[in-house]
Nanobody
Framework: QVQLVESGGGLVQAGGSLRLSCAAS????????VGWFRQAPGKEREFVAA???????YYTDSTKGRFTISRDNAKNTVYLQMNSLKPEDTSVYYC????????????????????WGQGTQVTVSS
């Protein structure tokens, strides 16, 4: 089992950058795949990016080229570098994890991830 804690959210102007962190407990974190999801008020939770244990990455079209997901297994941490932020990126951002491998058929499905953090707010002002 793993516990996840997000940090790094905040208020930023459009065009700015933020780096979110997802710190995990547990000694087998390197065998986990980790995803980032976001949920804006009144909207469904949506996939943002994910990284496999082998560092394969997946992105949604709206964040590809602006966001970069990476991991540091020595620190049990996954990062989401967010550049060129837009007001529509405003959401609560959650990291989620599963022990195993993500595939092209399931990486963006929130139901596949059993472990979730509490979320961190990102607000982008225009």
């Amino acid at each position: 089992q793993v516990q996840l804690v997000e940090s790094g959210g905040g208020l930023v102007q459009a065009g700015g950058s933020l780096r979110l962190s997802c710190a995990a407990s547990g000694r087998t974190f390197s065998s986990y795949a980790v995803g980032w999801f976001r949920q804006a008020p009144g909207k469904e939770r949506e996939f943002v990016a994910a990284i496999n244990w082998n560092r394969d990455t997946y992105y949604t079209d709206s964040t590809k080229g602006r966001f970069t997901i990476s991991r540091d297994n020595a620190k049990n941490t996954v990062y989401l570098q967010m550049n060129s932020l837009k007001p529509e990126d405003t959401s609560v951002y959650y990291c989620a994890a599963l022990q195993g491998t993500l595939y092209s058929s399931n990486y963006d499905s929130s139901s596949k991830y059993p472990y979730w953090g509490q979320g961190t707010q990102v607000t982008v002002s225009s």
